[in-house]
């Protein structure tokens, strides 16, 4: 039976009659026996096999180079190398599949830049092992997270008419040609469409019946902003409660990373020891941190005059009534608070449409979670459950309530104070792992003018 290198690191007894399947790392050529390290994935570390001359297969050892894909059978015994508790003694060795010396993962240290034209092949390094691992282990907290708070999971649709943000940065969707004179009823849906900015609206209607939902899927924005922290597809969670309002919901997403962290400590770590090493010296502390303390909240308002008082020469200028932009959310979190930090109430007009309007009459209940090192990783809102004021709301933004009719009817019967936010699974990632650009953490990147693989 094929036993993961994992699973044999684990063992606490030597075993006879193992086989290994993995990729040859590298092959050292004794007198008379030979070395191979072999990486199967399951794990960061390899496996050291001990291969005697004149073992059945061993007359092809000249083609275990670095790349090829072999199967070792043998028995377990302890090592006497560091960091290994057992190496495989090989009873007969085969070859799958040769690599040349074209391979391009030799054992130098490469770039993430050159790394990035090779997306089919960084799997198999060192680095990319342990992000994917780290990222699959999550997706599972994530999971883990919400339906042990009773959340109903809830698959939002890819393909959309309506635009959640009115950012504007929707890919249309069409089976038209392009010719002069096609009307938009003559595409397929009859009207325009658009893959999906975001499964908020569809996850309310849910939310609006089941009480506790979350959605976890791919979302899409054009956005033509080529930073280490934007992509057009990224993967996004979102939950959405019923009966909740803006420090519920604060609450929630504070406690949801507080979870994605203690979860990264307790099942990632020898993953997260290789990002210390190699990618982010600061990566344990700064789990640590998350997972003790609490997290600063404040208003934008009471951010804005921190900012101004700050004397930094900010490239983007500072007043109330502009945007964050990365620049000051990164000076909040990592030099004035040094905390995760919650920026909540912001002005309605640079707001999306369906956020609670506070009594102040200027502000809505937005609030936005700002980490060390990325700037923004959720966004979300107490959402307006007011009929009258939704409307007021879609008109402000010049949105045609029409297109809205069953976004408001949720108003309309029933209405329930409801709240909930969004969190980009990449730049969690990020956070988490230290791995600086946004490229290097989801498998296959789409950014502007790149879409192989
Ligand atoms: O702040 P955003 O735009 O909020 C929403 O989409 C709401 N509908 C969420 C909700 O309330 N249910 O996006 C949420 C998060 C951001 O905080 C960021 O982490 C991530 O999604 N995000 C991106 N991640 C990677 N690339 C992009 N282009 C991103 N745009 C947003
Ligand atoms: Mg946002």
Known sequence: MRTLIKHIRALSAPADAVIVQGWVRTRRDAKGFSFLELNDGSCLANLQVVVDAGIPGSAHLASFTTGASVVVNGNLVPSPAPGQKWELRATKIELLGTADASYPLQKKGHTLEFLRTIAHLRPRSNLFGAVFRTRSKLAFAVHEFFQSREFIYVHTPIITASDCEGAGEMFRVTTLKGKPDEKPEADFFGKPTYLTVSGQLEGETFACALSNIYTFGPTFRAENSNTARHAAEFWMIEPEMAFCD??????LAEEFIKAMARYALEHCAEDLAFFAKFVDKGVPERLQFVVERPFVRVPYTEAVGILKQSGKPFEFPVDYGQNLQSEHERFLTEEHFKSPTTVFNYPREIKPFYMRLNDDGKTVTAMDVLVPGIGEVIGGAQREERLAQLQENL?????????????TDLRRYGTVPHAGFGLGFERLLMF????????????FARTPGNAEF
């Open 432 to 443: 988490l792992t230290g791995v600086a650009n946004i490229r290097d953490v989801i498998p």
């Open 395 to 407: 008109e402000a933004h010049q949105l045609k309530p029409e297109d809205y009719w069953w976004y």
């Open 246 to 251: 803006l420090p519920g919901d604060m609450d």
